[in-house]
């Protein structure tokens, strides 16, 4: 018998790919962090002698969920401003508390914080953009979660940097510096919007882009006063400026696009743009919604993700991705608009896509790495089972999740996180909560 590293036998055996695929007796063998094999359970007992054996038979097995865009240490900011439209919650309420507050520090608690949340709901990667992006790399290495960390760039100085030139000189040095080298993290280039960014710096990221073959992550046509106001400016729709200085193409991620023309929507499947969708936020924020049903039958990759836990107010992707197939059949008329098997998409393959890392990640299938998580299915709010996708897709809880791998590693196992020191976690951010309450 071959000796492996573990073995894995689950009730079911999601693997996104084929999709919708469901297998039941069936088992997945892990070696050297990477998916060895997918076999009949029998089978499996006779070939392999494992140093590790997870048995879960009342669970889903599939691939770990990969969050599209969020801002992860804003956890600290959780809750401070609610119930106001965007612009106001941004310059009256976040921008100041971020000014008073933000430092690598903060960041740091921020994301330990956020780590734990995810890693709890069954996300194992996460495309984040924030400030001190040193500090989110840091954070995810010493977890072993996966993660896009996003060369934040605007044209106003904040705590991170004083100008564009400020930024991309930073953001690079974080590249080469805490990134490049780790093998679980991977970089974007992540312009924060057309309202703050101005042309010579959106073409000096799409030179560097193309040199160095990473993605653009940036918000896009998130209100009608975003549309109206860049119309009001220069007599152009923030995409046609995009369109005219090159930035979209399959490098591409717009997140939110609640506010599109048939013309827009026929240009990203065209282009080939990624499209990350943050249903909850938009719906909170009151922005809009994206038309993630026309985006995919136009052909464009869409993929959910949080954004930030300031605006949604959590990380909780089951939520999101059950949120982002509801909306879609109702702002559709069409009930079969995102059905059970495509939400779970959505959420897993799509986002590994658009981040370039579905050659390794967001399916379970032989020679991938081994990112997958497990969901107890015994619960009264998931039984009977006659259709696990479609349980999972709307019925799961993401207190549900018991087990998370990433590349074979147990991040947390029977519900016990293993990379994290959950109580000092939790009491970091209790003092953060008492050095920011007395100015909000």
Known sequence: MQPIDLLVFPKWLVTIEPEGQALEDHAMAVDGGRILEILPADFARQTYAPRDTLVLADHAVMPGLVNGHTHSAMTLLR??????????????????????????????????????????????????????????????????????????????????AANADEYIRKGLDVYENDIRLQPLLSAAFAPHAPYTVSDAPLLRIRELATEMGLPIHMHV????????????????????????????????????????????????????????HCPESNLKLASGIAPIARLIAAGANVMVGTDGPSSNNDLDLLAEMRTASLLAK?????????????????????????????????????????????IDLNHPSTTPVYDVISILAYAVGRDQVTDVYVAGRALMRDRRLLTLDEPAVLAKAAEWREKIRPRT
């Not at 971020?98 to 949340?117: I, K, N, P, Q, T």
């Not at 119309?231 to 506010?259: C, N, Y």
């Open 79 to 160: 809750g401070i401003a609610d119930d106001l439209p965007l612009m106001d919650w941004l310059n009256n309420h976040i921008w100041p508390a971020e000014g008073a507050h933000v430092s690598r520090a903060f960041c740091v608690d921020g994301v330990r914080l956020a780590a734990a949340e995810m890693i709890r709901g069954g996300t194992t990667c996460f495309n984040d953009m924030y400030f001190f992006p040193d500090a989110t790399a840091e954070v995810a290495a010493q977890t072993g979660m996966r993660a896009v960390i996003g060369l934040l760039l605007i044209d106003f100085p904040t705590t991170w």
């Open 221 to 276: 046509h998130e209100t009608a006063d975003e549309v109206n106001g860049a119309v009001a400016a220069d007599g152009r729709r923030p995409w046609e400026r995009l369109k005219s200085l090159d930035l979209l193409g399959p490098d591409f991620i717009a997140v939110h696009m609640t506010q599109l023309t048939d013309d827009e929507i026929a240009d990203c499947g065209r282009l080939g743009v990624n499209i990350a």
């Open 330 to 374: 109702g702002t559709s008329g069409d009930p079969r608009a995102v059905p059970a098997a495509q939400a779970l998409k959505l959420a897993t393959l799509n986002g590994a896509k658009a981040l370039g890392l579905d050659a390794d990640i967001g399916s379970l299938v032989a020679g991938k790495s081994a990112d997958f998580i497990a």
